[in-house]
């Protein structure tokens, strides 16, 4: 069911943060030097030395007198230890939980938030893919095992964030998305400026009930001019975004794929999502998988037009759960995202037609089995829809 949608605002202020060790200390100073409030929605939380530096700072914050407000998905945290609860709650946290996991509702426990996001002060605020998990950072570490990136933000759209929240927050305990009020925001996807300086929009989805963000995401690859490249770790794309792909790549334009190699915490998604590979790649689309490490960071770059936040364009997770991506017109955001891209490009290894066809039996194999349950799955709960 389609909803009333945030506008672009201008007036922003934005930079690109790569990987743990450069995105978590600058949230935890946030978080240190807040005045009034901290803000903190997370999919991914578990007990270790990132949970452990993390809850500290929340901690302080809160005997301090800064109202600090967590919502963690309830799956997510599973890992993340009733010692670390107790201490968050005892320093005067507020703590909630979504869709806390009750067995005999069935399906309804794959609806989960995998939103990526922390508020301070209602002026400053961080969106990405990160977790609260040692993967993504271990304090005093130069690396970190997993490859991510968070934008930092200040300027108008921060309130647009703090309203994403603030209803998520309030729509929880009745494990709802949030219903916006009346008169609030847009009735339909507005248009993306033709240029500008500091332009920002907050893209959001609400598991089935509105999927702004997939829209969005679409209308920018049919829009394409020069330059489609995406990034993802998780390569189950919907019907229309391989469609629009494909139809970018052979309208000339540079369509490249970065995607997780062989160091994945899911091999089966990333066999799953191999049996759109040929079809891809006969189409013109590049596909470059990432070496070093895991790559967990989900990123769009349409020509100047950046997307970055939670959501992997995938059916399943637009299927079940709230996501938020942070949409950018603004110069020197798109310039370190290009850079970026091209730096991961560079250690990735490109596949193409030849090395796919010439691959061994047993990942044509585990390709085939894993490609077969995933379409099962999804054939299955259309039936439900």
Not at 30 to 49: F, H, K, N, S, T
Not at 145 to 169: K, N
Not at 307 to 318: M, Y
Request: hydrophobic share 45%.
């Amino acid at each position: 069911m389609p909803g009333p949608v945030f506008p672009w605002r201008d007036g922003n202020q934005f930079e690109l943060l790569i990987d743990g060790p450069e995105f978590f200390p600058q949230m935890l100073l946030a978080i240190m030097r807040a005045e009034r409030q901290v803000d903190l929605e997370l999919y991914l939380v578990e007990a270790g030395a990132c949970a452990e530096a993390v809850v500290e700072a929340l901690e302080l914050a809160a005997r301090r007198g800064v109202r600090v407000r967590c919502l963690f998905d309830d799956y997510g945290s599973l890992a993340f230890t009733a010692a670390l609860r107790e201490r968050l709650l005892s320093a005067g946290v507020y703590l909630r939980w979504y869709n806390r996991l009750v067995w005999r509702r069935g399906v309804r426990n794959l609806y989960r938030d995998h939103r990526k996001l922390l508020l301070v002060d209602e002026r400053w605020a961080v969106v990405g893919g990160t977790g609260v998990t040692d993967e993504f950072w271990t304090p005093h570490a130069e690396t970190s095992e997993w490859h991510e990136v968070m934008v930092r933000m200040q300027g108008p759209i921060v309130s647009d964030w703090q309203l994403l929240f603030d209803r998520q927050w309030h729509a929880n305990n009745r494990r709802t998305a949030w219903r916006p009020p009346e008169g609030f925001g847009l009735p339909r996807l507005p248009k993306v400026p033709v240029q500008g300086q500091g332009m920002g929009r907050v893209a959001y989805a609400d598991a089935r009930q509105h999927r702004d963000i997939l829209h969005s995401l679409v209308r920018a690859l049919n829009s394409g001019q020069r330059r489609i490249w995406l990034a993802t770790p998780y390569f189950l794309p919907t019907w229309s975004v391989r469609r629009s792909l494909r139809r970018a790549a052979a309208r000339g334009i540079d369509v490249r794929l970065l995607l997780t190699g062989p160091r994945t915490d899911h091999p089966s998604v990333r066999y799953a999502g191999h049996r759109y590979y040929p079809r891809l790649l006969r189409a013109g689309v590049r596909i470059f998988e990432f070496q070093p490490c895991f790559l967990h960071l989900k990123m769009v770059l349409v020509d100047d037009w950046v997307s970055v936040g939670s959501c992997n364009f995938d059916h399943w997770n637009l299927r079940f759960n709230l996501e938020a991506n942070i949409e950018a017109l603004d110069p020197p955001l798109t310039a370190a995202v290009a850079a970026s891209f091209e730096r991961d490009f560079g250690l990735s290894q490109e596949v193409d037609l030849d090395h796919w066809n010439a691959r061994p039996l047993w990942r044509r194999v585990k390709q085939r089995v894993w490609g077969w349950l995933d379409r099962l799955v999804v054939n299955l709960l259309d039936r439900r829809d």
